[in-house]
């Protein structure tokens, strides 16, 4: 039995065993030790994902705490590319089951095709309830889908704060690019492009938590390692009251135009509404490109904020101005008049006043309240272009009012030396002539009129509008208060102002006065009417409508600024927006519960 | 059943014991690779238990029929085993896209498994005169075996069992080169063997199949599919270290990065939670286990003892070999099960009757 021959065998076998148990080792040490690290570090990467917990973007509230903008939860689809086994059967799948295109999944992968491939895609945001439950029962036959619950913005009262409080989108490319400014943000994330949300992002941002979760090879959750808790973002108190955004945003509606109203005794701003508007909820659940396309390309420009954007003529407006520097020089009187007959030659043409058959001889009450134009002819030359400048910057017209939004656009008060400067040419004496009115180079935004109304309201002194009053962290602790700044304040000639305002409330509450249908009951409002003729572009449109006002008369507490775009006559299309407005704030507030009865008849 | 106390004392106590230690290692680590199941780990341990049973029974009985009895009626036992695989064709169970059960009386049986220890006993009864004779066997003389073993391994082939096919044609052969070939044999045998994977690339092997092969060449080429298998095994391995992750702790089964990692895979679950240390203890069990198979066949009685003996050293060695290699990618991805390890009732009784054969063969060393 043990003859040479086998026992050879025996020794080949031993040898096999041997080369065998040679060759597992080596593998094995070259897994285990040389790599085991690696090894091991790909082994924790597998079963641990870093999932982002999206902060709460802080609260916005109006100057009663009603709530202006908020978070709610919503239902995001993301996509994890390592997690698919087969690419169509996940994407198809999913265009499937939920109202989105095989070519947008892509095209959103695409996009994020330089991010590692356990980064999360999302796919789709804020889908309804139904299309929840189907990618939830399909889950199977998905991997690599899942669905995050995570925090929307919302904004119950859509397109009436849209311009103010502005809007959340997903950060772009674009911004992802600057490395520097956006080094906290990654696609995917919301930032503020618009409004407050934009100028006050740092403070409503909140700082993202992070969860540390063990997945399985289909990316589902087993467990949640750990949690840091995200921050939410603070919140901001605001100026800003609801019931008179409402009223004015309600009164602009169909039109094109803007109000604004500042509380003249500290800036803060209580109305700040434009149209035609937008509903900032379709961009913060991902605006569609249709929708985007819809607004961008509206000749009506919807995404531009008037009141502080929008440059018109502020025709008749302007006149307080010129009334509050000439009477301070002391170069009219109260008893200063001239006689308008209708018209005013000068040069070789004859400037024309509003009413054909002139206004007689009127003194400065007469023609704030009449609103003559031959007077204010007078009185423009006589100051001289560069003195209506000079009262115009330092009441903050003109220049940006430093008003707590981005892209505030300045306005223009033409001087000699901004003639030379833009054009190199000598100011004419002629062109001051249609300055007085408030017509030519001269180009204001709403916000600038209010800060001459609560200039005059309260008795010369205006500040720099504020929207925030003040930053709250989610503990509930002021992070900040805003506290008034003062933009101007002037020791004006005694009595100046008290003819001017005397004259302004003459507008609406004497015979003959431009606004006398806007009347209010139980409250003295004052103001000055305006309608400014529309730019060579929009001829055939009709007169822009200017109203500025504050009230009550004595101690107002409020000042506001009323354009509309083709309005006609400031009396007829802006003064009773006003109007509303100063009922609104007088009204509705001893008795909320009465206005609500109001409403519903 | 009377059993002779001589017997008793001739029983290969090494073997006993080196298999039980396997067999304790591979019942531990099923608790831990089946964690993760929705229906725990209980529900496995428990079959395999009454697999266990049932295998040591039918080993006991094994044992107490002389070998030489077995082999005088190898015919039959062979005629029923090729029964069973073509039943499992005709009314077999579907279970991820192959047909590799039966069930009877509500135990699901997979009797490929069985076909090893069978072919050996058969193939054995065929060649064990020619040893005898110290004949180098000729072409001739290789046709017959050959042929009754291709017979089981195109009907396994078909199930499909890739795996379980090519654990029978290599054993076979191993078997052959035991017995001893002449050196045009050799030639023959060598020059088809260059052809072969030729040929089976083209006309035998499914596009899955070929897949496999592919993305073991290059890991990376799908590494979302089969490579993916291979990639997650040799990280569960790897990230074992020196001393692995410890007992329950291994995290790429335990969240299924490893699909079969409770049967075919079950090595990385293993190597990933007791790391190089116990890896290289579990290797030398086996390369004890199957040298002491050698050993028996070396010692054997007769020739017929040596060659089932050296068959079934064959089927321990081959099915460790191509599991292991197959989880540290050292060979393509193919089903096959890590003997008294991995989970499955068919592999571990088969297994058992196989070790009753070592001892049958061992205890009666001493007889004439």
Not at chain 1, 170 to 182: A, H
Not at chain 1, 362 to 378: G, K, L, Q, T
Not at chain 1, 390 to 404: N, P, Q
Not at chain 2, 253 to 261: C, G, R, S, V, Y
């Amino acid at each position: 039995m043990k003859e040479e021959k086998y026992t050879s065998k025996y020794k080949w076998c031993t040898l096999v065993l041997v080369l065998t148990m040679t060759v597992l080792l080596i593998r094995l040490w070259d897994l285990q030790i040389m790599r085991g690290t690696e090894m091991r570090k790909l082994s924790e990467q597998n079963r641990i994902r870093v999932k982002k917990v999206v902060a709460p973007r802080g609260i916005m509230y109006d100057r009663t705490g009603k709530v202006l903008a908020d978070t709610r939860p919503s239902f995001n689809i993301y996509l994890t590319p390592e997690d698919i086994k087969d690419f169509s059967q996940t994407v198809d799948g999913l265009a499937r089951l939920i109202d989105c295109d095989r070519e947008d999944i892509i095209e959103k992968m695409k996009a994020m095709s330089g991010m590692p491939p356990s980064f999360p895609i999302k796919i789709k945001s804020d889908i309804p309830m139904d299309e929840v439950a189907k990618v939830e029962a399909n889950r199977v036959y998905i991997p690599g889908i899942s669905i995050q619950i995570e925090p929307k913005r919302n904004y119950p009262y859509a397109a009436s704060f849209a311009h103010v409080i502005g809007y959340v989108s997903e950060v772009s490319d674009d911004e992802l690019k600057d490395k520097k400014k956006y080094k906290d943000y990654s696609p995917g994330d919301y930032i503020g492009k618009y409004g407050l949300e934009r100028a006050y992002e740092k403070d409503l941002r909140g700082i993202d938590g992070e969860k540390r979760v063990e997945v399985d090879a289909m990316g589902r959750e087993i467990r949640t390692l750990d949690v840091i808790e995200p921050i939410p973002g603070n919140s901001l108190h605001l100026n800003l009251d609801l019931d008179l955004q409402l009223t004015a945003d309600k009164a602009l509606e169909t039109r094109r135009g803007a109000a604004v109203a500042i509380n003249p005794k500290t800036g803060g701003v209580l109305v700040l509404a434009s149209r035609p508007g937008f509903d900032p909820n379709l961009f913060a659940s991902g605006i569609k490109k249709k929708d985007w396309q819809t607004i961008a390309l509206d000749k009506a420009h919807p995404l531009q904020n008037r009141a502080i954007q929008g440059g018109y003529p502020p025709g008749s407006t302007f006149k307080i101005l010129l009334a509050l520097k000439a009477l301070d020089l002391g170069i009219i009187n109260e008893h200063t008049s001239f006689h308008c007959s209708g018209g005013f030659p000068y040069g070789n043409r004859v400037f024309k006043c509003w009413k054909k058959g002139g206004h007689g001889t009127v003194s400065v009450h007469r023609a704030i309240v009449e609103s003559c134009d031959v007077f204010f002819y007078n009185v423009g030359l006589k100051l001289g272009v560069d003195r209506i400048h000079e009262i115009g910057d330092i009441l903050g017209m003109g220049r940006l009012t430093g008003i707590d939004l981005p892209a505030e656009q300045k306005g223009l008060i033409p001087s000699t030396e901004w003639k030379r400067r833009r054009y190199n040419q000598p100011w004419y004496e002629g062109e001051t002539v249609s300055v007085a009115i408030g017509q030519g180079a001269v180009w204001l935004t709403p916000i600038h009129l209010a800060m001459l109304s609560s200039f005059v309201a309260n008795d010369g002194k205006n500040f720099k509008p504020q929207i925030v009053n003040r930053i709250v962290s989610p503990e509930g602790k002021v992070i900040k208060t805003f506290e008034p700044v003062v933009n101007s304040e002037l020791k004006l000639k005694p009595g100046v102002l008290k003819l001017v305002k005397d004259g302004m409330r003459g507008v609406v509450n004497e015979p003959g006065g431009t606004a006398g249908a806007s009347k209010v009951q139980n409250v003295l409002m004052s103001g000055k009417t305006g309608t400014a003729q529309a730019g060579s572009q929009s001829v055939g449109l009709g007169d822009h409508a200017w109203f500025i006002a504050y009230a009550p008369s004595e101690d107002a507490s409020i000042a506001m600024s009323i354009l509309v775009e083709h309005g006609l006559h400031g009396s007829s299309a802006a003064a009773p927006i006003a109007k509303s407005l100063t009922e609104t704030l007088f009204k509705a507030k001893p008795d909320i519960k009465e206005a609500k009865v109001h409403e519903n008849r | 059943m009377r059993i002779d106390k001589r017997r008793y004392y001739h029983l290969d106590w090494y073997l006993i014991l080196n298999g039980l230690f396997i067999l304790g290692i591979g019942l531990m680590n099923l608790i831990s690779a089946t964690s993760s199941f929705s229906s725990g780990s209980w529900n496995f341990i428990i079959k395999q238990l009454i697999a266990f049973i049932l295998g040591l029974g039918l080993m006991l009985v094994v044992m107490y029929y002389d070998y030489r009895i077995i082999a005088n009626h190898s015919k039959w036992i062979y005629a029923g085993g090729i029964f069973l695989v073509i039943l499992v064709l005709v009314i077999g169970l579907a279970a991820g896209g192959a047909r590799r059960w039966i069930s009877i009386f509500g135990f699901s049986i997979q009797p490929s498994e069985l076909m090893k220890p069978i072919l050996v006993i058969f193939l054995a009864n065929m060649l064990y005169e020619k040893k005898r004779q110290n004949v180098p066997l000729s072409l001739k003389d290789i046709a017959k075996p050959l042929l009754w073993t291709l017979l089981p391994f195109v009907l396994i082939l078909k199930q499909p069992d890739l795996g379980t096919g090519i654990v029978i044609i290599l054993v076979s052969f191993s078997m052959l080169w035991y017995v001893g070939l002449k050196k045009s044999t050799y030639a023959v045998m060598f020059g088809v063997g260059a052809i072969s994977p030729f040929f089976a690339w083209h006309y035998l092997m499914k596009p899955y199949q070929k897949m496999r092969v592919l993305s073991f060449i290059n890991i990376d080429a799908d590494p979302a599919g089969f490579g993916y298998h291979a990639k997650q095994a040799i990280i569960a391995v790897g990230s074992g270290k020196f001393l692995g992750k410890g007992f329950m702790n291994g995290t790429q089964h335990k969240l299924q990065f490893i699909p079969e990692h409770h049967t075919d895979f079950i090595f990385t679950v293993f190597s990933e939670e007791w790391g190089f240390v116990g890896s290289v203890v579990l290797f030398a069990l086996f390369i004890s286990f199957i040298n002491r198979c050698l050993k028996i066949a070396m010692n054997a009685h007769d020739e017929l003892g040596a060659i089932i003996a050296f068959g079934i050293a064959s089927i321990f060695y081959v099915q460790f070999t191509i599991n292991v290699m197959m989880a540290i990618h050292l060979a393509p991805v193919v089903g096959i099960p890590l003997p008294l390890i991995s989970y499955g009732g068919s592999s571990l009784i088969s297994m058992l009757m196989s070790i009753g054969l070592l001892l049958n063969i061992s205890t009666r060393r001493y007889m004439f």
